[in-house]
């Protein structure tokens, strides 16, 4: 497995997503409050760029007329046909037996370990005071 | 709006079918209203600038439920150049009809001033689209063809329009919408199917509408998922009622289109139609077949939105009643419930039924060389 250097973690406000291609695979890993997660940019239904999609809450109901709406800005909603998969582990909620994201682990790391690994010259300039962000594939 | 996208938005999606397809039901938009002053009389455009349109239905202008996106379209076909979903030639063409490989496109515009009570003013914004249409789209694309689109609850002025446009090549479909003021097989809208006969073109029924009635059979549901299958009821009514008014007897070449309402449901309508024809045919003996022979020879459906059962035996079945020769493929681009062309037919289809769907039986019902 792979580590990645995605971006210093003073670029990459919280809010906010990166796109990347990988290896060929198209993936985003976002900045949800501090915490990092990423996923394949494709939606396993009909294939579109599932990531650009809004990030929403899970409305949930155990009985008609009571609605539970949690994991705010954990849901990403498909941009084409509004499908739901929970970022922090690709789970879909409309079909889970069948369904899944391809959800790729990311973290921080200090920079003096980053630019030990092999993958770091090529893709950033690595100033080693900071702390970045890495994805693992 | 906490929406980001790649820089790279529009770019081809890899899993693009590479053999060439019809898309047979495709949404152009308006940049702005005044896009379609150009077009339209002075008279009207201070008609709409004071009074504005109104609808048969008791709201305000607009749709009686919001849609799940912004415009009911896919969050990822904004125009760079700005605008709403659809109203880019350009950006159409980049992300569309280039990387699937669409060899005909037809347009069906929506929001046109079809079913708008001012049958004077819906005629004329009807025939400021037909304008449009060829103006921005098929005259700069030769890949896109038009509907013509007619001020519907006015039959003569409808045809009127038809008869102008007749023989024009920008133009391969006459547009009605599934709501309207009566169920479609009404003397009313009669000399439509009487000009589009006379013409040779298919009359396509596109779901939505704003006829004035609740928009299910048992009155206004809660929610926009019922109006999204209320479609398909909507349209199993407008086609009883063609079947059941004679249109399909008085006119015999008449083809009509049922565009983004299903299919599944057309096996159990006409095995349902035939068995009560069988007992009470005395009250409509201007039907003089089964009503299944006329669907079947009259009617043909565009796919999206495509049945997706659990088996896809249960699919074939149903197209096996259709027939693989009357289903046409169609994305809704730019619309939220888009059928992607790639993913959209299960394995299993042997290729000269796959041409079928996906580009002959367009190409053959709409004339397109």
Known sequence: MARHVIAAVDEFPPGTRK???????????????????????RCPHQGAALCEGPLIGLAQSKDPGEIEYTKLGEIIRCPWHGWEFDIRTGQSYCDPRRFRVKAYPAHVEPGASVVKGPYVAETIAVKVESDYVVVEL | MNIQFRE???????????????????????????????????????????YGVHAYQGMMEGPPYPKAQPNASRRDAYPPEGGPQGSSLSFMQKQLLDPNNVQLGVLNPLNTGQGIRNHELSAALCSAINDWQIDK?????????????????????AAAEIRERAGDKNFVQVLLLSRNVEPLGQRRYWPIYQAAEEAGLPVGVHAFGFGGNPITPSGWPSYYIEEMVGHSQCQQSALASLVLEGVFERFPKLKMVMIEAGFGWAPSLAWRLDKVWQRLRSEVPHVKRPPSEYIREQVWWTTQPMEDPERREDLFDV?????????????????????????????????????AFYLGNAKKLYGIA
């Open chain 1, 19 to 41: 796109f990347l291609e990988i290896d060929g695979r198209p993936i985003a890993i976002f900045n949800i409050k501090g915490e990092y997660f990423g996923l394949m940019n």
């Open chain 2, 8 to 50: 790279s938005s529009e770019a081809a999606s890899p899993l693009a079918v590479k053999a060439a397809i019809a898309d047979c039901d495709i949404h152009p938009a308006r940049a702005t209203r005044a896009e379609l002053y150009p077009y339209l009389a002075k008279r009207w455009q201070h008609h709409l600038e004071v």
């Open chain 2, 137 to 157: 789209w098929t005259s700069k694309d030769k890949r896109l063809k038009a509907s013509i689109v007619v001020g519907n609850e006015d039959g003569l002025s």
């Open chain 2, 319 to 355: 197209i096996k009643w259709i027939g693989w020769d009357r289903l046409l493929f169609a994305t809704d681009y730019p619309h939220w419930d888009y059928d992607e062309p790639s993913r959209v037919l299960p394995a299993g289809v042997n290729d000269d039924d796959r041409e």
